[in-house]
């Protein structure tokens, strides 16, 4: 069986840094918010080209912690609407509604499954005080062009990166597009923990400050709180591991990269339909996603080949039990994206033996 991701394959290069740093930080008897977590910010934020990121407990938190850093500085107040794709993992919708925000949900593009400029130009109204772009799969699509608008306009653009660890809008990476990113640092991400952290990036001093302190019980000086805050902090050893795999992200990408190149070149069955993808360095193939007319038929056939597809997602937040204020919403193109979607495995440690016998079953369905 190749599995769709093997992240035991993922961490091997790394089974003897790990528990060295964590008999290191065990025998230095500093587990929280210390020398590894400063560190990896430094390291996180120069990898982004931000000038500051804000390690956090998850990728939820990076973006809710976001919202409420706004909303205390007095850039957003409680109620203002959030532009916020209808073609995203539900973290993203939750995190505006966590903070006491609206999301304003927006269909997609079904080119890229991203938001376009044109639809958050339509979809655009006096109350709508920010957009929450998502960087779906790992691809970057219109950042330059949404941040320019979101400038133009007064509204705030932040991103979630979640999946976009390294991918490049020409020059500009995900997490310094917007003016602030929040990232996942969940096992299975491009850049992934041995547990749950996040991080958040800005170029803005006192958004950075904030959350800093927010993320602490809302204290930037032990027991003197400025804000309501809540728990959200990266631990020591998390940091310090994310700070050896950061070293390798931009290799790792790499091959993902090309291991999507050669999908995109070698897979001629007219059934399927690959990603959009201009061969840059705007996706890191967080998920290789592809269309297919009866899924289910496609995903049996791959399973009894030995081959294991996810699929990212069953289920548009719009239509899921927890979401039922948008149940009378349609949002066809993303309803479409997700009975069609299917993700076939793309990580780093695939073999090149195992990425060919996946082309030579695809092309043979
Ligand atoms: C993973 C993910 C999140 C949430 O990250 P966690 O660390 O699991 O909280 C948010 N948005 C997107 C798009 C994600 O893929």
């Known amino acids: 069986m190749i599995p769709y991701l093997d992240l035991k394959k993922i961490n091997q290069p790394y089974e003897e840094i790990i528990p060295a740093i964590s008999q290191k930080i065990l025998e230095s008897g500093w587990y929280i918010l210390g020398k590894e977590v400063e560190n990896f910010e430094k390291n ?21 912690l976001i919202f409420k ?47 376009d400029l044109d639809s958050v130009k339509n979809s655009i109204d006096c109350e709508t005080k920010g957009i929450l772009a998502v960087h779906l799969y790992g691809q970057i699509t219109d950042g330059k062009n949404l941040r320019k608008f979101a400038d133009e306009n007064g509204i705030l653009l932040i991103e979630d990166a979640a999946q976009a660890h390294g991918a490049k809008d020409q020059d500009k990476k995900a997490g310094a597009i917007g003016h602030a990113a929040g990232f996942s640092f969940y096992p299975g991400k491009n850049l992934g923990c041995i547990g749950d952290g996040g991080a958040v990036t800005t ?31 990266l631990d020591e050893i998390q940091a310090a591991i994310l700070n050896e795999k950061l070293k390798n992200l931009d290799t790792d990408n790499a091959r993902r990269r090309a291991t999507a190149k050669r999908f995109i070149t070698e897979i001629n069955n007219e ?4 990603p959009d993808w201009d061969f840059s360095e705007n996706h890191n193939f967080h998920i290789f996603a592809i269309r297919v007319k009866n899924r289910s038929d496609f995903q049996n056939y791959l399973s009894e080949k030995g081959i294991q597809t996810i699929i ?3 289920i548009p937040p719009h239509r899921q039990e927890a979401m039922k204020e948008f149940s009378l919403l349609d949002f066809p193109i993303t309803e479409m994206i997700h009975k069609d979607i299917i993700s076939l495995p793309c990580h780093q440690m695939l073999a090149n033996e195992e990425i060919s016998f996946i082309i030579n079953v695809i092309n043979n369905y």
């Open 203 to 233: 170029d803005d001093p006192e958004l950075a400050k904030c959350i800093a302190a927010l993320r602490n019980y809302g204290s930037a000086k032990k027991y003197h709180n400025t804000y309501k805050g809540m728990n959200s902090r």
């Open 44 to 64: 996180f934020a120069e990898y982004c080209g931000t000038k500051y990121a804000v390690g956090v407990g998850n990728g939820l938190d990076a973006l809710i």
């Open 69 to 115: 850093a706004y909303i205390a500085l007095g850039k957003l107040k409680k109620g203002d609407k959030i532009l916020v794709p209808a073609n995203t993992y539900i973290a993203s919708i939750l995190a505006i509604m966590i903070a006491g925000l609206k999301p304003k949900l927006v269909d997609t593009n079904l080119q890229n499954y991203n938001l």
């Open 312 to 314: 990212h997602y069953p």
């Open 271 to 274: 059934k399927i339909i690959l």
